[in-house]
């Protein structure tokens, strides 16, 4: 019905997540309706993004070996932020309630899955990580669910031997939800009235 390059572009927005075949027609179509400049444009800024890797120290996303939090001089190195994924940065920037580091982890631990399933999470770097700097405390703000939860205790076990303070996130964020979707004013207060665990 539609020519070849129509019909791929389809396809490829409709492998991405949330976005159903409808949506993916809608969104080629207002693409073909654009200048050249600004679908060149819109390809560029796709193609650049195969350029940025995660950073070597803490695994957020970076355009350098390290991210602009790592190489920040201002940073507080002593305090780092353990969180799910990168977009959970965002929000806790939000609050300019931290000024030390993030330790991205990559997911969470699933209490229902094999420890085996769980390799691919950033917890060695992270152990590595605080034995080789001078931390003094982290803050796991890992998202309060099943899930979230089960990876907050799983690490204060793993961390407990190590001679630092650890804390959770204060309760008060709604349950289930991401943090990536909290309220400024809610996560300003879970991060100042942390719960100290160790
Ligand atoms: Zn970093």
Redesign the pocket.
Known sequence: MFPAQFKKLIDAFSALPGIGPKMAERLVLYLFKQSDDDIHAFARALKDISTLSR?K????I?DQE??T??RDPHRDKTIICVVQEPLDIIPIERTRTFHG??HVLGGTISPKIDAKEHAHLTIAPLLERIKRNAVKEVILATNPTTDGDATALYLKEKLSPLAIHISRLARGLTTGADIEYADDLTLRSALINREKLA
């Open positions: 950073c120290q803490c695994f957020n970076a390290l991210c939090f790592c580091l993030y």
